[in-house]
């Protein structure tokens, strides 16, 4: 019987064990959800900082800037771009379209396979001089 008593202490203490064990395992994983949610806040607070600072450049800059971004596929049109175009800030949207669509249709095909010579490597940047369609329907 004495046996059986002690069988049953190591096992109430393996359990304890088990216990403290299983609250540690919880307390280091929410450590680590803390840690990885600090990153991230800290990631998206210094994206935030450059692109302000990226706008705050563009808005001394009067030269009209726009720009792609691949993942979300959306345009950024600079201010200064819409201006010179006759458009209102909030007249343009943020698809390809809305740049594709203003280029002057002679120039479409050469600006197009520039584009899809850049996102194939075969350039070492994107660069063209093509006409744009203006607000009032001319080109600059």
Same mark, same amino acid.
């Given at each position: 019987?004495?046996?059986?008593?002690?069988?049953? +202490?190591?096992? %109430?203490? @393996?359990?304890?064990?088990? *216990?403290?064990?299983? +609250? #540690?395992?919880?307390? *280091? @994983?929410?450590?680590?959800? #803390?840690?990885?949610? %600090? =990153?991230? !806040? !800290?990631? =998206? @607070?210094?994206?935030?900082?450059? =692109?302000?600072? /990226?706008?705050? +450049?563009?808005? &001394?800059?009067?030269? &009209? #800037? /726009?720009? /792609?971004?691949?993942k979300p596929k959306e345009l950024f049109f600079s201010s200064c771009w819409k201006t010179m175009l006759g458009f209102g800030e909030d007249e343009i949207g943020t698809t390809l379209n809305e740049w594709s669509d203003r280029v002057h249709p002679e120039d479409l095909p050469r600006v197009m396979q520039a584009v899809e010579e850049y996102l194939a490597r075969k350039t070492e940047f994107y660069e063209t001089e093509h006409r744009m369609r203006c607000r009032d329907g001319n080109y600059k």
């Amino acid at each position: 019987m004495n046996d059986q008593r002690k069988t049953k +202490a190591q096992l %109430i203490a @393996e359990l304890a064990s088990l *216990r403290q064990d299983f +609250a #540690v395992a919880q307390q *280091r @994983e929410e450590q680590l959800r #803390v840690a990885k949610e %600090i =990153e991230r !806040h !800290h990631a =998206e @607070e210094t994206r935030q900082e450059r =692109e302000d600072r /990226w706008l705050l +450049a563009l808005s &001394g800059y009067k030269a &009209g #800037v /726009w720009d /792609w971004n691949l993942k979300p596929k959306e345009l950024f049109f600079s201010s200064c771009w819409k201006t010179m175009l006759g458009f209102g800030e909030d007249e343009i949207g943020t698809t390809l379209n809305e740049w594709s669509d203003r280029v002057h249709p002679e120039d479409l095909p050469r600006v197009m396979q520039a584009v899809e010579e850049y996102l194939a490597r075969k350039t070492e940047f994107y660069e063209t001089e093509h006409r744009m369609r203006c607000r009032d329907g001319n080109y600059k």
